[in-house]
Each structure stands twice: as C-alpha cells, then as structure tokens.
C-alpha cells in the first residue's frame, strides 16, 4: 500500500506542479489579454466613427436623391399638364369650330338675311329728304355766315 499511497503523492506533486506552471502561464498572458480586450475597444470605437459617418452620408444621399426625385416629378408633372391643357385648348378650339360651322353658323345666316334685306330698303327709300335736308342746312348756314362777316365788314 505504501506504493499506492507514493505513486498518489507522486501523481498529486506532478499535478499541483503542472498547476503551478499553468498559473504561470495565465498570468502571464493576463496583460496580453488585457492589451488585446483594450485594442478590440479601441477598434471597436473606431468601427462605431465609422459607422455613424457611414449612416450620415448615406442619410444625406437619401435625402439628395428624395429631391432629385421630387424635382423631376414635379418637372415632369408640369410638362404632362402643360401638354394636357394644350391638348384640351385645341379640342375645345375645334369643337367650338364644328358648333359654329354646323349649327350656330346656318342660323345666323337664316336671320341676318332678311335683316340684311330690310337694311337695304331702308337705305333705299326710307327717307330720301334727308340727304337734301342736309345740303339746304349747309347752304342756309353758309349764306348766313357770308352775310354776317359782310354785315361785319360793312358796319367796320
């Protein structure tokens, strides 16, 4: 028994042996550790920069293309309207032009005739005095002017 008892005692000194070493050797990759955990940090931090840097820029190229987008809508919904509204003149121009033509245009005719037909008579012989009214009016004030400025001159 007393070489159970040996090779036990043996075994445990060979273990608490090959514990101290892996102490040892915990211990000294501690500050390595401790050098790596503040590195990854450092990185850390530097990736988070970046990132929010990152998400600006990417913020701005998402506002700038919103506008551009809007812009070209707007532009384009212009020259649709503008082209709709052109487009809507014409046909309304035309349509405007086929109601005269066909309906508004014969009626009008219809009754501009006899209007027309009752303007000439009366130019014709409603009253065929007035031209000659006229032209005694102008002789009576002209001889009545001659006959004043000679009575003026005469009395002078």
Known sequence: MSDLVTAREELMAVAIGDLGALLDRIETMAPQLDASRMELLRTSTELGEQVEAYSRRMNE????AKVQAVRHIARRANEMARGTVDTQTRAME???RVVFRNEIGPTLQRVTLPLQE???MARKGARPWERWLLHT???????AISWAMAAWLWLR
Not at 61 to 64: D, K, Q
């Open 61 to 64: 190229i998402t506002e700038n």
């Open 94 to 96: 035309e349509a405007a």
């Open 118 to 120: 009752v303007a000439t």
């Open 137 to 143: 009016a102008t002789a009576v004030l002209s001889s």
